[in-house]
């Protein structure tokens, strides 16, 4: 028996988000002529629980096979139409979408030409429809743990919230100690809490956690597998060893900004000039200041943020309350001395920040407005050189101490992690979480997580924060015990290939080899994403992707030729004068 | 009234990126000492409106161009830009000081800015044998205004040939067919002028086929290096010329000279071009010499106030010379000689010695003086 297209179309008014510009009631007359349609309506949303019924019912009673729905973009609601058909029975592959929205009544004016296009847009989903295949869904198990690098006040959350769970953690450290910044910080804002007193029960509970495998000085040197299935090759010292995991939670942390980089302040020259990090160092040992009490203390706020020239553009979040702690640590310990800080805008965005401020300020802490520009030597103290710009004046400060505040960068080697893992970074140079938005502590690998400093600047409560959202939504598939593979994958048609392994050159999933005993390419298809990068590698034609065949791509181009045919022209103007015409 | 389109000078100088952080004025040597204040001039011009009033701002000709500002600025605004551009409005409105007006008028008439005239300028050489650069050369010697008429600086351009012959360079120069460069034209905001020069200059090297350019001062070097179209001609100072001959050990002493030296990094060779290391590098290739650094040196250097037209200027405050100041800072390092290598910091800082009567303590010379005594 020969497969015969059915084909029903639905064209979505989205309240007038459509319908103001486009005649979606011509469309659909339209849509009826197409080749392998048997039914086409227009329908105010189709996303309602109506508009799916309407779908529903002409799949069980008109025996419609393929589904094209015309309306806003597949990133919304794709995943919806392909329930509503798999509900009743159809295969979830066998629905196509028209966007005319986000592609044609958002960005057109209303009128025939607008129309005529959202025409176009339904007649090529059509076609690519009556060449749509079943795809078999496939399901895959997911190895019951999670693999944490990092040792980081995030990357022990991590562990320690999937241990909890009940599932297997590995926290891979590359360090000989764990806890990583948050073990250099004194005390931390806003509440001037030792951050030892906090931190090392977290060490202690993930160190003697019955599931949590805790491997310092050791790093990960090779990522294999997908997810549900990651091989990971650690290597600690002259030991080398593979272990399995689900999912991996990425917590390697940052740096601090080299302040050398600025040598406009004489950081490593003059010992007068220290930064915040060496301040937390002194201020643990319980000395801030050698040599009797300092008279002057000037803090120098955004030293490597918000800077162009270093290309670090960005804000790095936690300088103006570190300086705001530190400004007060001194006023307690030297209620003498005379504390102004230098700052762009104080940026007191968490919560209880701005008291924090406030009291910094009651404290006596003179907050001067202007950013410096330099630091110079001047007898045994420094002069820092700012212009006052509420005053409008140039000024020079003499200081015995002056505390520079360093922002965050990301690691030297974030390059070869995200190589390793294969994440995108974003412009600032941290790790890219794959919605700013709606999915923050994932990445664009499935199966790949990223909590705390690795992703972006952050204080310690926001890098936990991150870090217990990671382990959540890591432990998603971790507690599903199985995951959905995408079905729209690559495939080689071994009779015309090669296996020349160009493709496998383009792959960014390393989801193609050379099969060892064919000589062909094979694809696998859990770890391939159906990007078609390789399908477009291909010297020979040999690879097609699922759901993206030649075939129905050709379709789909082919069918905006016959529109302009004037055959097909004639058709359309027979049958709606007014819009061509 | 002297108004300009404020809204057109925002946009051209993409001012809207600035947030009022003063580093360009902290950081800048004239604001401590007058009105300048790149800062607040920015936020004047940004409020405005359609038109700003420049009239009676005579600070903007304070400005040496030293470039802290703009090498400060974490938003890469750049200031010194926007002064050079509104003096341009003065110029165009023929409202300058007759000392600019004289420079301007001498450099259209004889191609220096020192009303000097234009058949003297190859007479610098004196008994020195140099080809000139018809008779064909690997290197075009730019030797500049300053250097080819002022008694002081032609010793520098004469020391530069015999150490650059003494390693191997094969150079020539133009002789009276030598032309300003026109980086002060450009700085004390003669656009027309110094785009004419340009012109002419970049005529005269292309039919003389230069490709290798080195020059005696900074400014020249920046102007050819920054402000000339690119054309493919490789332009160098003099000092990463004789650091390249050093690293090759074809720079060659059979005599030394012991003395304590420290080195004034010029504006032009250091903040405006990151030439940092070469001029130091032929300092400790030296025999004898030992190099000591004031505090403030490299990117911190103190601007000599000789820079951005201001050799022919005093500036609303002359009282004060940062020259002074500097060569205070260089005693400070017990240094016996204050080493330069720029025609601008030289004469600036030599008259601060004799103005603080230091003379017994102190010499200012070039790196390319220096150098020959070792020759």
Redesign the interface.
């Given at each position: 028996m020969t497969f015969t297209p059915r084909v029903g179309v639905y064209i979505c008014h989205c309240g007038i988000n459509i319908a103001a510009t486009v005649d979606v009631a011509a469309v659909a007359e339209f849509a009826a002529l197409l080749p392998g349609v048997v039914t086409s309506q227009a329908y105010t949303y189709m996303c309602s629980d109506p508009g799916q019924a309407l779908i529903k019912k002409d799949i069980l009673e008109l025996g419609v096979n393929r589904v094209v729905v015309a309306s806003c973009s597949p990133r919304l609601h794709e995943p919806t139409f392909r329930a509503t058909i798999a509900e009743v029975g159809l295969n979830p592959y066998c629905f196509e979408m028209a966007n005319i929205r986000e592609q044609c009544s958002w960005v057109h004016p209303a009128g025939a030409a607008s129309t005529l296009k959202a025409m176009q847009l339904v007649a090529s989903a059509v076609a690519k429809a009556t060449h749509l295949e079943p795809l078999e869904v496939r399901q895959v198990p997911v190895i019951p743990a999670g693999l944490v690098i990092g040792g980081g006040i995030a990357g022990l959350q991590a562990a320690l919230d999937i241990g909890d769970a009940g599932f297997q953690a590995i926290l891979v450290e590359r360090s000989a100690q764990l806890g990583g910044h948050a073990s250099l910080i004194h005390r931390t804002f806003p509440t001037n809490e030792p951050v030892q007193d906090f931190l090392n029960p977290l060490i202690e509970r993930v160190i003697n956690h019955p599931r949590v495998t805790v491997m310092t000085s050791a790093e990960v040197t090779d990522v294999g597998g997908y997810v549900g299935n990651f091989r990971i090759q650690i290597s600690q010292g002259e030991l080398s060893k593979e272990v399995k995991v689900g999912v991996i939670v990425v917590a390697t942390g940052y740096e601090t900004f080299d302040a050398r980089l600025k040598p406009e302040f004489g950081y490593g020259k003059y010992p007068q000039v220290i930064t915040t990090l060496d301040f937390e160092r002194l201020a643990a040992a319980g000395f801030i200041f050698e040599g009797g009490a300092p008279k002057q203390v000037a803090f120098i706020q955004c030293v490597g943020s918000r800077d162009q020239v270093l290309g670090n553009p960005y804000c790095s979040r936690i300088c103006c309350m570190v300086t705001a702690k530190q400004a007060q640590l001194v006023r307690q310990q030297f209620p003498e001395a005379q504390v102004n800080v230098f700052y762009m805008d104080v940026r007191a965005y968490g919560k209880h920040f701005e008291d924090y401020y406030d009291r910094t300020r009651e404290d006596g802490v003179l907050y001067r407005r202007g950013n410096p520009a330099e630091i110079i030597r001047r007898g045994d103290r420094v002069v820092v050189r700012a212009e006052d710009t509420l005053l409008g004046e140039p000024i020079e400060v003499e200081a015995d101490l002056v505390v520079l505040a360093v922002g965050m960068v990301p690691r030297a080697d974030t390059e070869a992690v995200a190589g390793l893992l294969k994440l995108a970074r974003s412009g600032d140079g941290f790790f890219m979480e794959a919605h700013p938005k709606l999915r923050p502590v994932e990445t664009a690998m499935a199966g790949v997580f990223l909590a705390g400093g690795c992703q972006g600047p952050k204080d310690m409560s926001e890098a936990v924060t991150q870090a217990r959202a990671a382990a959540s939504a890591a432990m998603i598939p971790l507690m599903r015990g199985q995951v959905t593979v995408e079905a729209a994958t690559s495939f080689v048609d071994e009779e015309l290939c090669a296996g020349c392994g160009q493709c496998a050159q383009v792959c960014a999933f390393s989801a193609l080899e050379l099969h060892p005993v064919r000589g062909v390419m094979a694809v696998n298809p859990v770890l391939c994403q159906g990007c078609g990068a390789c399908a477009t590698a291909c010297p020979s034609g040999a690879i097609n992707v699922h759901h993206f065949t030649f075939e129905q791509v050709m379709a789909q181009i082919d069918v905006l030729s016959e529109i302009d045919d004037r055959l097909f022209l004639k058709q359309v103007t027979e049958a709606l004068p007014v819009i061509v015409g | 009234m002297l108004q300009i389109d404020s809204r057109q000078f925002v946009k051209e100088h993409g001012l809207f990126a600035c947030?009022?952080?003063?580093?360009?004025?902290?950081?800048?040597p004239m604001?401590?000492k007058t009105q300048l204040?790149p800062?607040?001039l920015i936020y004047r011009i940004l409020v405005a409106g359609n038109g700003f009033d420049i009239e009676g701002r005579e600070e903007l000709w304070d400005c040496t161009t030293c470039a802290?500002c703009y090498?400060?600025?974490?938003?890469?605004v750049n200031p010194m830009e926007a002064v050079i551009a509104l003096r341009s409005a003065f110029v165009e409105k023929g409202r300058v000081h007759p000392n600019v007006k004289t420079a301007l008028e001498s450099t259209f008439r004889q191609g220096n800015p020192l009303t000097m005239p234009r058949e003297d300028r190859g007479l610098w050489v004196g008994d020195l044998q140099v080809k000139n650069i018809s008779e064909g050369a690997e290197y075009l010697f730019y030797v500049g205004c300053t250097p080819s008429y002022d008694p002081r600086v032609q010793k520098v351009a004469r020391a530069i040939v015999q150490l650059m012959q003494g390693s191997g360079v094969d150079l020539g120069v133009m002789g009276s067919d030598e032309n300003c460069c026109g980086s002060e034209i450009r700085r004390l905001g003669e656009q027309g002028l110094f785009e004419m020069m340009v012109e002419e200059n970049r005529e005269t090297f292309k039919s003389l086929a230069i490709h290798h350019i080195f020059t005696v001062s900074p400014h020249c070097f920046n102007a050819f290096k920054n402000d000339y179209p690119k054309n493919g001609m490789q332009v160098q100072h003099y000092t990463q010329v004789l650091a390249d001959k050093a690293g090759r050990g074809e720079l060659k002493f059979s005599g030394g000279v012991d003395k304590t030296v420290t080195y004034h990094d010029p504006c032009y060779l250091g903040k405006h071009n990151g030439i940092f290391d070469d001029p130091r590098t032929v300092l400790k290739t030296i025999p004898g010499v030992k190099l000591v650094e004031m505090?403030?040196s490299?990117?911190?250097s103190l601007c000599c106030e000789g820079g951005g037209g201001r050799m022919w200027m005093e500036g609303t405050n002359p009282g004060t010379r940062l020259a002074q100041q500097r060569v205070q800072e260089a005693l400070d390092t017990g240094a016996e000689i204050l080493a330069t290598a720029c025609p601008f910091c030289l004469l600036t800082l030599d008259e601060a010695v004799k103005h603080l009567n230091a003379q017994d303590r102190i010499q200012v010379m070039d790196i390319a003086e220096i150098a020959v005594q070792a020759l």
């Open positions: - | 947030i009022q952080c003063g580093k360009c004025t902290g950081g800048c604001a401590m204040n800062r607040n802290t090498s400060r600025c974490p938003k890469l505090d403030r490299r990117e911190k």
